[in-house]
């Protein structure tokens, strides 16, 4: 079963804030590490990726720079103190949503 794009959407910066929380990570190693993670739910394509980490960029979440590894030039992403302060605050709004939906979806049972 495919996800509609709208829900993946309304989690990609969550998502990116938390993987970058743990380390340091180029383009293709972000893309490949959500799919292994989400068990393929959340297959990125770069047009879909690279957006979204230049608009993080921009509003001060996150900073790039570049690294030659194995001879090869890459672009690396790392999270701000201000991306860490974003991260804090997108993972309680998830919670409260993820909580309420579950509380819908369940019924009255689960309350």
Request: net charge positive.
């Amino acid at each position: 079963m495919e996800l509609d794009k709208n829900l993946i959407g309304g989690s990609t910066r969550l998502l990116l804030l938390a993987l970058l929380s743990e380390s340091d990570r180029y383009g293709y190693d972000i893309i490949r590490t959500l799919a292994e993670r989400s068990q393929n739910v959340f297959a990125f394509k770069e047009g879909t990726l690279y957006p979204v980490l230049h608009k993080l960029e921009a509003e001060g979440c996150i900073r790039s720079y570049e690294k030659v590894v194995d001879g090869r030039r890459r672009r690396y992403y790392s999270i701000t103190e201000q991306g860490k302060k974003q991260l804090i605050e997108e993972r309680q709004q998830w919670t409260t949503f993820s909580t309420a939906v579950a509380h819908i979806l369940n019924g009255p049972a689960f309350a």
